[in-house]
């Protein structure tokens, strides 16, 4: 079970002895930077095949992800909840946990969002932290159903995350649809009101789209870091996930930090659909919003090597090319599938960084972390 | 590192890569500007959430556009489109064409209506067609821009004579609809009608509907649900099959087809886009976005272009191969129905118990 | 009555079909150690390759041959095409040693990628048409059983077979040698190893038959359901499929029967939106079978096994009454007329699933050696 995609891994986050090892770190770099080259040398076969010119695609797409202010805006604001929603998949893998129902808590998180920041009026600086705490603690609470059952009851979470994603999804449809009671009243379009101008977070530079959702994104990705490396429960967490026997005889509280990470990993994804709420023109949830997000972060968690900063990089990359999917489009007429095609095979060859390795003959480093994503799926979990 | 081996890959990588883009046809706007020059007119589409390719709605917008771009003789890089996939997306979609140079801006859906609008009101140089969208402001008074015009259709009145033509065509008095999203206002339109055509030529006709209950990624696009349910109705005698809602309802239609039942399409003609249903289907409630568009995109071009709200006719698709037998008693009576929604006589919306409050119709007169 | 039920059955039977199959792909794989949830990818691409097959083939050979041999090309092609990719799977997780589960994801985004874009590069424009679907086949004399044989043995082809196969796998896997070298690479690689077992190699093959399983349940989707291909037609199946297999505790009956639940849930949803039952009395109806289900089975397990963290003879009696008792009151009682939301209808499924994991199955404990690639000491 070797996760060596950023190569990020414990031995670097660990107080460092051997100064050696940053540098050989550094010259895995070029593994990521190779894969990704390798996938869009690949997908441009499907470019070809297409009818379009697979250069002009990329330049398209490289243009609509950075070529100005605003195309990097657009990217940055694409990162922001893959960033979140990866984080909070990735502590529930460090937790041994299989978080498939980032989706559905991610939708839970906005719908909170919206019933606080349209329940009252209060001045913004009470507003907007009260409305992000909304988001995060339904989708705390949400995910922690999930951490229950299987504390208690042993239930697979992978099962019922699946199934709380249903039942999320389609009360939420319910609720701002026809007979629901969060219908913007007045409104052809199936959506709830728009915030609050008080719940809304403020615009980084004015009317440029991008805002202060970008700061809490980050902030999340350092307290993740923290969280997970620098505290006690990070360490119960992440005990829990490598091996509960080990975390039993420890004298690690199993099933209350089964609960917690499922309920933090939750808590996450709901923060992650009320930035998106709170960030977003209108400012009200409607349908077709954030649909993906939820499965596209668990790419985004594992190939971000489960670590936070190798998250703000694969976020990153992601958000990129979901921005620079317009221009790539409208300039070079390829269908907006090629970006999932690229994104499986980038996350395939940093992966399965041998064969990159044995195409480029770059050594493999030696002595890594080893981080199981599938601790409990198995028969571990006794 | 064998920089060697590593530059030899490298090489033969780039080489691959430049192989290609030289073999590829060049449509596009690869050269910009002389190609820019050659357009008098520069159409961008954006999708709603949901596939340019799904056989129904989008595919017709695309597809107007397409015949709209050939009727003024514009080459194929004087045209594009995005696809959307997220409804956060919208108004960075359509301004990335109004940012490219675009003139004429296709959005689909009703979702979209307000945020066209709002980037119209912003780029009044900029000519934007929506399809579904009513010009309306936020209270729902009729409220047009000189350069929006809202292309609507009352699905309700080809609800109405979908349902008329199953009413009139069941030997068991058992008819069936599959429909999409119940949330979108147009597919309510289309049940409404349908069940209201159903009961006006045939009271004591039993009508099943049913509606895919997911969320917008799935209830348009569940064609294995739609197979299941059409199965089902097949099951409880149903001998005519009406689907509305992408995917969803063409799934219904292919099995009910099977099923040795008849078969109602709707949106195109879709004896024409799905051809496994071609020797059951009796008849489309066409709501004709390709002419549509088409002809906004050449009033467009020819300075004719006027704002706000315009309805494209709601009707019927020939009976193509069933038309032998469709008794001509059926089709005076069609007909009737026809003149009689199109003078107002008929309400094709009415409400009924439990029925979908979605619809939003507007009254023809 | 009757016609209901034989409605809801024979519904619930073809929509736990794919799921069934889906359910057996990840058996193969996960009791070998390989865990799977590129299930969705691979019947994806089972279905698409098995219009293309079939849809080319009636296409080319025009009226020459009948429908069903056009159907069985396709079959036959999407079940190796789903293979294949399985192949892929067992190759980056088996050789390369990927996370598994990094794997699953990477099958799951290129399958979906790629069916998406050849529908709208080649299908759609080519107005490429489906040949149909399996016609029923009705078992003589078995089908004339009164409700049984119409729910069971009216069925189309691909149906009998998952009968056949869910019977023979849970045969296999706990009952040949096959299945013991199976089981035992899953539970306890290295100590298969030292008795001989090729693990890799018992891997490599579990995972490939799996990935045909799954292209079985695509296939089924296009040759017997929809008969045609459409763009991410397998709509989350492959994971319902996942959560199937883990609540079946990893044995293809249980799978089925799961799956069974499952898909009779669903088809409850539909069937509810037809507006001729009353929506309060069919749910008062099904908690009562549930509740009385759950005393009954109850009451058996602690004759049978005489464990003694069963429920008390007690509680299993009342929860039998409880339920008798309700079943009784709902056929007197006048419910009201109230339509509920099919939105919450359609939760059925899930809602069951979690009351079932929680209330019926004990801890679901699967192959322990699953997930970890194997390494020679």
Request: net charge negative; with cysteine.
């Amino acid at each position: 079970m070797r996760l060596e995609v950023f190569r990020i891994t414990e031995s670097e986050i660990a107080p460092r002895t051997a100064t050696g090892k940053a540098v050989s770190h550094l010259s895995n770099l070029g593994v990521p930077v190779f894969a990704i080259f390798t996938a869009l040398v690949v997908a441009s076969l499907a470019i070809f095949l297409s009818g379009s010119n697979p250069i002009e695609a990329y330049l398209a797409l490289a243009a609509g992800a950075f070529g100005d202010l605003d195309s990097l805006i657009t990217t940055m604001i694409k990162t922001i909840p893959l960033l979140i929603a990866g984080l909070g998949v990735a502590l529930a893998f460090r937790g041994g946990l299989f978080n498939i129902g980032v989706e559905g808590q991610l939708f839970v998180g906005s719908i909170a969002a919206v019933i606080v920041g349209t329940g009252f009026h209060a001045p913004i600086y009470i507003h907007i932290p009260v409305t992000l705490l909304a988001g995060i603690f339904s989708g705390a609470l949400w995910a922690a159903i999930a951490g229950f059952l299987k504390a208690k009851y042993g239930a697979n979470e992978v099962i019922t995350t699946i199934m709380t994603n249903y039942i999320a999804i389609r009360i939420i449809t319910w609720s701002i649809g026809a007979y629901g009671p969060l219908r913007k009243a007045a409104s052809v379009v199936p959506e709830t009101n728009s915030i609050f101008e008080s719940a809304r977070l403020p615009e980084l530079i004015p009317g440029a789209r991008l805002h202060a959702g970008i700061l809490i994104a980050l902030l999340a990705a350092l307290l993740i870091f923290l969280l997970l490396f620098r505290t006690t429960l990070g360490i119960e967490i992440r005990t829990v996930g490598m091996n509960l026997h080990a975390a039993r005889y420890a004298g690690i509280n199993v099933n209350r930090t089964i609960v917690l990470t499922m309920a933090l990993s939750g808590g996450l994804a709901g923060l992650a659909g009320a930035v998106q709420v709170m960030g977003l023109s209108p400012y009200n949830f409607t349908t077709g919003f954030n649909v993906g997000y939820g499965f596209d972060s668990i790419a985004v968690a594992v190939l971000g090597s489960i670590h936070p900063l190798g998250i703000l990089l694969s976020s990153l990359l992601f958000g990129a090319m979901d921005a620079g999917a317009r221009l790539m489009q409208l300039r070079a007429r390829v269908p907006i599938e090629i970006i999932t095609i690229l994104q499986g095979l980038i996350l395939m060859f940093v992966a399965a960084n041998q064969i990159i390795r044995s195409l480029y003959h770059i050594r493999a480093p030696k002595g890594q972390g080893e981080v199981n994503l599938t601790q409990s799926w198995g028969g571990s979990t006794d | 590192m064998h920089k060697k081996i590593f530059w030899k890959f490298f090489i033969a990588l780039a080489a691959t890569s430049i192989l290609l883009a030289a073999c590829a046809p060049a449509p596009s706007a690869g050269g910009a500007t002389e190609e820019e020059a050659g357009c008098k007119l520069k159409i961008g589409y954006v999708s709603d959430v949901g596939k340019i390719n799904d056989q129904s709605f989008n595919q017709a917008s695309w597809t107007g556009v397409q015949a709209g771009a050939e009727a003024l003789g514009l080459d194929s890089s004087c045209y594009s489109f995005i696809e959307t996939a997220d409804s956060a997306d919208y108004e960075t979609n359509i301004n990335s064409f109004v940012q490219e140079g675009y003139n004429v801006i296709v959005t689909s859906g009703f979702a979209m209506g307000q945020v066209t609008r709002k980037v119209a009101s912003e780029n009044p140089d900029v000519l934007f067609i929506g399809i579904d969208q009513q010009q309306v402001n936020e209270n729902f008074e009729p409220d047009p821009y000189d350069n929006v015009a809202g292309l609507n259709f009352h699905e309700d009145i080809g609800g109405f004579l979908a349902g008329a033509t199953a009413g009139l065509m069941t030997k068991s008095n058992v008819v069936g609809g599959v429909f999409g999203c119940q949330f979108i206002p147009a597919v309510a339109r289309y049940e409404v009608g349908y069940h209201n055509g159903v009961t006006y030529v045939n009271p004591d006709a039993s009508i099943i509907d049913v509606y895919h209950p997911g969320s917008i990624d799935q209830c348009f696009s569940d064609s294995a649900f739609g197979s299941e349910t059409a199965q089902s109705f097949i099951n409880e005698g149903a001998d005519v099959v009406y689907g509305a809602g992408g995917l969803t309802a063409n799934g219904a239609l292919i099995t009910a087809c099977n099923q040795g039942a008849m078969v109602i399409g709707t949106d195109m003609d879709q004896f024409l886009t799905l051809p496994e249903v071609k020797d059951c289907i009796l008849t489309s409630a066409m709501k004709d976005i390709v002419t549509g568009v088409s002809d906004l995109i050449v009033a467009a071009s020819d300075g004719t272009f006027q704002g706000g709200d315009t309805y494209g006719p709601s009707m019927l698709a020939p009976f193509h191969n069933l038309d032998s037998q469709v008794p001509d008693g059926v089709k005076t009576q069609l007909i009737d129905i026809a003149n009689k929604l199109s003078t107002g006589e008929i309400d094709p919306c009415a409400p009924f118990q439990d029925s979908n409050p979605n619809t939003f119709c507007i009254p023809v007169k | 009555m009757d016609v209901i039920l034989v409605g809801l059955f024979s519904l619930a039977i073809i929509k736990a079909t794919p799921l069934v199959y889906g359910a057996l792909c990840g058996i193969l794989g996960e009791r070998s150690g390989v865990i799977n949830i590129g299930i969705e990818g691979m019947m994806l691409i089972g279905a698409f390759m098995a219009f293309m097959g079939s849809a080319l083939f009636g296409k080319w050979t025009g009226a020459a041959f009948s429908p069903n041999l056009a159907l069985i090309v396709g079959l036959a092609i999407g079940v190796l095409s789903a293979a294949l990719v399985a192949a892929l799977h067992a190759v980056l997780s088996i050789h390369y040693k990927i996370d598994q589960v990094i794997s699953g994801t990477v099958i799951n985004l290129l399958a979906a990628g790629i069916t998406d874009y050849a529908a709208n590069v080649y299908i759609d424009p080519s107005h490429l048409s489906g040949v149909g679907v399996f016609p029923e086949v009705p078992i003589p004399l078995l089908s004339q059983i009164p409700i049984l044989g119409k729910i069971f043995f009216s069925q189309q082809p691909m149906v009998y077979f998952m009968f056949g196969l869910v019977i023979f796998l849970q045969y296999a896997i706990f009952n040949t040698p096959w299945g013991l070298r199976m089981r035992s690479v899953g539970e306890h690689p290295s100590a298969a190893d030292t008795v001989g077992i090729n693990v890799n190699r018992t891997r490599y093959i579990n995972v490939i038959l799996g990935g045909a399983l799954a292209g079985l349940g695509g296939a089924f989707l296009v040759l017997e359901s929809v008969g045609r291909f459409q763009k991410l037609m397998t709509a989350g199946r492959g994971f319902i499929a996942l959560a199937v297999m883990i609540f079946g505790r990893w044995t293809p009956v249980g799978a089925f029967l799961a799956a069974l639940l499952f898909g009779f849930a669903e088809a409850l949803g539909v069937r509810l939106q037809f507006g001729d039952i009353n929506h309060l009395y069919a749910l008062v109806v099904i908690i009562a079978v549930i509740v009385l289900f759950v005393g009954a089975v109850g009451l058996i397990r602690s004759w049978v096994i005489r464990s003694r963290s069963s429920r008390s003879l007690v509680v299993n009696l009342s929860l039998i009454g409880l339920g008798a008792l309700t079943l009784i009151a709902a056929k007197l009682i006048q419910f009201p007329d109230m339509a509920i939301p099919i939105e919450f209808l359609g939760l059925l499924p899930y809602i069951l699933t979690i009351l079932a994991l929680t209330g019926l199955v004990r801890k679901a404990v699967g192959p322990a050696a699953i997930g970890r690639p194997y390494e020679k000491q």
